[in-house]
């Protein structure tokens, strides 16, 4: 893909990161990203919150620090009520004011159904940018919120899914990755990724690439949503797995037997997922600690990163 070329420009699209970065001088580089989704939920304030915490993570993701926001919407004028619109970037500004960034305007077309988004810039310092493409031999793999939003949300159409259920998906997803990011900064971050519509091996498979190693995760300490797997136990699937699981499948590898729906979850696509991050081994428990008392609860060690070899993904 053609490209402008210009030395300024820290990270592009090469390596499929979360977002692009442009340095301004040498204490100041801009961040900048945009993502939308459709509606997870019907509630059309809390539809908001998650595409904006969705949205915001990418800036986090790079180390950096969300500053304007310019919402962009696809709404269906005359089939839906304007009061749905209001609600929906009202809820989107709760969590943009909590990320302490402004709302500064956007873009709204005609469409057949609600989309919600974001266009965020913020800042970071040029030295200290996050990428995908640092991650190293012996490194420690973190992930600081569990997996399963995407089939929960299919699952709890049909009714499948406890109220409590969604609830704490809901609660998981609306939270920003703030707070992770800003404990993260007191340790040497070498990889960071967030995890969303790729699920956690399609992400976990551009760490690998972009820095030339494997990923080993142990499927034992993943953390995952409560009724998540027991919803692919019973079928239920969604409707980007396939693809998912197609665009890692060669480098994929799972070490223990297991049944197909339990290896679905590695592929399920998350909105507003948590942070994957990769760091030296000797600070994995330090950042543990510190993750957990930022609030992240769920952040967990879920394996490590090893020499390229054969294959880039190995679940055991």
Known sequence: MPRNEDPNL??????????????LDDSTALVTTADLITPPVDDAHLFGQIAAANALSDVYAMGGKPLVCLTIVGFPEGKLDDSVLHQMVAGALTKITEAGAVLGGGHTTEDEEPKLGLSVTGIVDPDRVWTNAGAQEGDALILTK??????????NLKGWISTQAMEQCIETLVTLNKDAAEALKAFEVHAVTDVTGFGLAGHGLEIARASDVSLRVDLSTVPVMDEALEAYRRGMTTGVNKVNRQRVQDTLRFERSLPTWFQEIVVDPQTSGGLLVALP????????????????????????VEAQGEHLLIFS
């Open 10 to 23: 820290l990270v592009g699209f090469e390596t499929s990161d979360d977002a692009a970065v442009y340095r």
């Open 146 to 155: 569990p997996i399963g939003s995407g089939v929960l949300f299919n699952a």
């Open 281 to 304: 081994e000797h600070q994995a428990e330090s950042a543990l600690e510190a993750l957990r008392a930022a609030g992240c609860e769920h952040a967990v060690r879920i394996g490590s």
